[in-house]
Nanobody, 124 residues
Framework: QVQLVESGGGLVQAGGSLRLSCAAS????????IGWFRQASGQEQNSIAA????????YYADSVKGRFTISRDNSQNTVYLQMNSLNPEDTGGYYC?????????????????WGQGIQVTVSP
């Protein structure tokens, strides 16, 4: 089983950028698809990006398409979420999650392992 730890969050002004990292422990990381989810205060958790085990399949929610880029480095057991042109609507807790599959997954209920989450705040 992998253990996930997010990093790279913080406070940024609108229009700015952040890069989140999701570091995984375990020797089978390359067998896992990884997803990023966002939960704003008082709102449900939403999938924003996902990447297959080899990076060959990628999903973006419409709200982040063209601004966010998901990537992975299996040699470093890490998945990245580059977030550009941030706006206040991007504020929330960001969580990475893993599921052992060769496919790509979007729904949160399909993910088995979760990180503790990290806060991203975008000021106007």
């Amino acid at each position: 089983q992998v253990q996930l730890v997010e990093s790279g969050g913080g406070l940024v002004q609108a229009g700015g950028s952040l890069r989140l990292s999701c570091a995984a422990s375990g020797r089978t990381f390359s067998s896992y698809a990884i997803g990023w989810f966002r939960q704003a205060s008082g709102q449900e958790q939403n999938s924003i990006a996902a990447i297959s085990w080899d990076g060959g399949k990628i999903y973006y929610a419409d709200s982040v398409k063209g601004r966010f880029t998901i990537s992975r480095d299996n040699s470093q057991n890490t998945v990245y979420l580059q977030m550009n042109s941030l706006n206040p609507e991007d504020t929330g807790g960001y969580y990475c999650a893993a599921v052992r599959t060769k496919n790509i997954k979007v729904r949160s209920t399909t993910y088995a392992r979760w990180g503790q989450g990290i806060q991203v705040t975008v000021s106007p």
